[in-house]
Structures are given as structure tokens and as C-alpha cells.
């Protein structure tokens, strides 16, 4: 999930989907109760795609689960990370799998 720094989901549009409305309900939690918390980066990936590429890239924050964070192309600065990097990432301690990156 990217947040931005009002702690509203980043998204292009303004329409919200059912998935959408519950990410926006994630990220709004996480602007309220946030704990944050240092994350390795631990892997990346990138995928083709006609209109953009996709880039991944996986953090970890926990041993029990690896967390994949996607963005376009256009916003590649975690992606540029190398791994074994460490970036701060915020969770609800009640659900860690909640969770987010901030981006400004």
C-alpha cells in the first residue's frame, strides 16, 4: 500500500472500488494509529508491460512474512534501493499485515 503524506492511499483516480475503499480505510488507520518500524528490502522485480512498467519490490519487517510493494515506473525511487536497504515502513500493530510505505 502507498500512502501519501496526508495518509490517503495514492491512487489516479478518484472513483474507489470496493478493494479500493477498504485500501482507503487501511491507509486512512494508518494515518491515525500508525507504528512504524525499520524493513530490509529483500528482493525486486521488474514487469513489462505495454502501457508502463511494473516495479516491485519486496520488504521484510517480520520472519514470518515478506511484504511486495508495486508502483509504476514513473515513481522508481524505493525501486533504486539496493537490497539489504533499510526503509522505514508503517503497520497497525494489531494487523501487521497492514502496512505501508509513505511516499512524499
Known amino acids: 500500500m502507498c500512502l501519501d503524506n496526508k495518509g490517503s492511499i495514492c ?17 486512512r488507520q494508518l494515518h491515525l494509529h500508525p507504528t ?7 528482493g525486486r522485480e521488474e514487469v513489462e508491460r505495454p502501457e508502463d512498467d511494473l516495479l516491485c519490490v519486496f520488504y521484510q519487517f517480520r520472519p514470518d512474512f515478506v511484504v511486495r510493494f508495486q508502483d ?5 525511487r524505493l525501486y533504486s534501493q539496493p537490497i539489504g536497504s533499510e526503509i522505514t515502513v ?15
Open 11 to 27: 491512487s489516479k483516480s478518484s472513483q474507489l472500488t470496493p478493494s479500493g475503499q477498504r485500501q482507503a480505510y487501511f491507509a
Open 36 to 42: 512504524s518500524l525499520k524493513a530490509t528490502i529483500v
Open 72 to 76: 509504476s515506473a514513473q515513481h522508481s
Open 90 to 104: 508503517y503497520y497497525l500493530p494489531e494487523n501487521p499485515k497492514i502496512n505501508g510505505i509513505l511516499v512524499h
